[in-house]
């Protein structure tokens, strides 16, 4: 087992944690022209982090970390997965960051020292240090003097060096076959890493200057100068040097071969369909066309595992189960990925309107849900549908989900003791299980004892009264916008999925869209705010850490109020993923082997939100109290308590109700109430026109 590092990058945390309906936009949607299948070698549980992967003599090349301090290169044999250290001879002290391999055979290593040194190193083929190169002078002080630096190293077909340092924007640095330094080049961007193209051309990726997409730039040696037009790459999560292609694109589901000069990718797999994992992937092509692939799984006690997986053209003969997501999020294609390598008779085909990663306009997404919608009232209905980021009634109510519970009762293997029970309460419709989810948020507001005397749930009124004596603003992380559209999701009584009624212009919702409108947002907002001026605060709640930061920004005076309504004490649970069985599918024994992997144990400890099998809570809270949850980067200074976790305990265990997400149903209500807000139109106004709209649109999915 192995503690993780940098296998799951912050864009993907951070969208976790902020919207659960996240989503991108694919243009990339070609077939792959063959199909592969793959087998694995595992990578030994010492290894903790790995910078590169490089392919020479039918073995793959890695540079690996153990622990904070240890450093090496190992070999791998393709064809039975041999693990072999490299016995580079060098001193103790020394980090190896990155490594290139020359055309006679050498290796070219940049490393730094225990003081802080950087330097380039050429071994021989006895593993002996030839060269050293003192980088000292070469590199800026903006990255000697950072320790936030990442430094990256590749090669030209000519054996030429590219040193680049991703520090704010990306630094790079050109150097000879022989280590003699050549020139500089730098670039506003951010540096995610360097590659060798199939064209034998130094590759840099680095962020465009919006900072959410990507670039390729190729460094033109001859005239000490980026190459004119570099590849528009939109948002990516890895980048790999090619040989057949000329370079190769990951986003979050899919890999992608360019050609050279080409702008857009021709999709090679589906990385779901080759049982591959997702965290800290690296890829290279053999020259009879395989794929070498490595990548690590990961769970919440920050503890993930290597393999190596060689790909090569074959058919598999398994029964395909077809699963549609409108955007899967990465514990989804995790799911996907484990069973299409484990299972023996079934293999999930994984079909993403949009990849997880990248953002889309409203248009595309109501017209990707009308899509789907479309085709499954003419009878083309997936065996497995994500609904996560679709209304679940409208799909219940049409008959087009299987009752879970009745596989549960028939599993022998599920117990539900093992449980928080009311997790599937929560999440049940008429006494029916529609989904099975793996871990959950809970809505909820948390306050501070000593300014705020609530026991036993709080209303409007109370909450109001908060406001008069406190403060418009002191209520962190909430404002009319945010309010309005929470209260949305966890109030079941202004829609009737059944009947198709909505009752937006009823004096209840009135008063809520008034109450809404005076809320002014906190400045007391986002990750290390200081809480303590507010009095209260809304919180989605995935991690103990949280608890902890509010009981310490509270001076231990933290009491857990929930959600304001009419009938006491209230929290909401917001569940990772939605995944259904199709009541039409022909092959639901199979659709369910699948869908029950959400409920197991060291599933649920793999997920980013909070587990609700009580063994892997368990587990979760304990590596939190340890000090290894994932979540630390966020809460570096964060230290969990039993009192934290008892308290979240007790908070999981009492949710009843589950947050009812329409994406789209709610863009039109607070697009209206907007107006509102900024005071343009009347309340009345505003909830006659959500009346009309909300209408005509519920109409439309019935």
């Known amino acids: 087992m192995k503690m993780l590092q ?23 949607g070609e077939e792959a022209p063959v199909s592969y299948v793959a ?35 190992a070999a791998i044999s393709i064809d039975d997965g041999d693990f072999q250290k490299l016995p580079l001879v060098m001193e103790d002290s020394t980090v190896l960051l990155d490594f290139g391999m020359d055309q006679h055979g050498s290796i070219w290593a940049v490393c730094k020292d225990n003081a802080g040194g950087y330097s380039l190193k050429k071994f021989d083929s006895s593993n002996t240090a030839v060269q050293s190169v003192d980088l000292s002078s070469v590199l800026d002080a903006t990255v000697t003097s950072s320790s936030g630096s990442e430094i990256f190293m590749s090669m030209d077909a000519d054996g030429n060096i590219c040193i680049a340092a991703k520090c704010g924007s990306t630094y790079a640095y050109l150097f000879d076959s022989n280590g003699e330094f050549l020139f500089d080049l730098n670039y506003d961007g951010n540096l995610m890493t360097t590659i060798t193209t199939g064209e034998g051309q130094i590759g840099v990726c680095a962020t465009t200057t919006d900072r959410a997409n990507y670039n390729l730039l190729t460094v033109d040696i001859d005239n000490k100068d980026w190459h004119k037009d570099p590849i528009y790459l939109g948002t990516t999560a890895g980048l790999f040097g090619g040989s057949t292609n000329n370079f190769y694109l990951f986003d979050s589901s899919s890999l992608y071969g360019y050609s050279a000069g080409a702008q857009e990718g021709k999709l090679i797999f589906n990385w779901s369909d080759m049982g591959l994992n997702t965290s800290d992937v690296h890829v290279c092509e053999l020259e009879d066309g395989r794929f070498v692939v490595l990548a690590a799984s990961s769970n919440q006690t920050s503890v993930l595992s290597y393999e190596i997986g060689v790909l090569s053209k074959g058919k598999d003969d398994r029964t395909e189960l077809s699963m549609v997501s409108l955007t899967a999020n990465p514990s989804v294609v995790q799911a996907v990925s484990d069973f299409n390598k484990t299972n023996k008779e079934y293999k999930i085909e994984l079909t993403e309107y949009f990849p997880y990663e990248q953002n889309v306009s409203d248009e595309e997404w109501d017209n990707a849900v009308l899509n789907l919608n479309t085709k499954i009232i003419s009878g083309d209905i997936p065996d497995i549908l994500d609904m996560s980021n679709l209304s679940v009634p409208i799909y219940h109510n049409k008959g087009l989900l299987e009752d879970l519970y009745t596989y549960i009762k028939n599993d022998s293997e599920i117990n539900m003791d093992d449980y928080f029970a009311n997790v599937f309460d929560a999440i049940s419709i008429d006494g029916k299980l529609p989904y099975i989810t793996n871990g959950v948020s809970i809505s909820t507001m948390l306050a501070n004892t000593s300014a705020l005397d609530e026991n036993g749930g709080w209303t409007l009124d109370s909450l109001e009264k908060v406001l008069e004596t406190s403060g418009l603003n002191s209520i962190s992380n909430l ?156 809460y570096e200074d964060g230290k969990i308590t039993q009192e934290d976790v008892e308290l979240m305990r007790t908070l999981l265990s009492s949710v009843s109700y589950a947050v009812n997400e329409s994406q789209s149903l709610e863009d039109i209500i607070l697009e209206e109430a907007s107006e509102f807000f900024a005071g343009t139109i009347s309340v009345q106004e505003a909830a006659e026109k959500i009346q009309s709209r909300a209408s005509l649109y519920i109409k439309e999915q019935m």
Request: net charge negative; hydrophobic share 40%.
């Open 6 to 28: 940098r296998n799951i990058s912050m864009l993907c945390l951070i969208a976790m944690l902020f919207s659960m309906t996240a989503c991108g936009h694919n243009t990339k």
């Open 39 to 73: 087998s694995f070698f595992d990578i030994p549980d010492t290894v903790t982090y790995i910078s590169r992967l490089l392919i020479s003599d039918n073995k793959a090349y890695v540079c690996c970390q153990e622990g904070n301090e240890i450093s090496y290169l």
């Open 479 to 634: 404002s009319s916008t945010s309010f309005l559209e929470i209260m949305l999701q966890t109030n079941d009584s202004l829609v009737d999925w059944t009947s198709g009624e909505c009752f937006f212009n009823s004096p209840e919702f009135i008063e809520l869209l008034k109450f809404a409108g005076k809320i002014q947002e906190s400045s007391q907002n986002g990750f290390g705010a200081d809480l303590s001026a507010a009095v209260a605060s809304y919180e989605a709640v995935y991690s103990a850490y949280q608890i902890a930061q509010y009981r310490d920004s509270y001076k231990g005076n933290v009491n857990v109020i929930g959600l304001p309504s009419s009938h006491g004490e209230y929290h909401a649970i917001k569940p990772e993923v939605k995944i259904g069985i199709s009541s039409s599918s022909k092959y639901k024994d199979g659709a369910w082997e699948f869908v029950r992997t959400f409920l197991m144990m060291e599933h649920q400890e793999s997920c980013y939100l909070l587990p609700f099998h009580k063994g892997a809570f368990d587990t979760v809270m304990q590596a939190a109290i340890n000090g290894n949850s994932m979540w630390t980067f966020l």
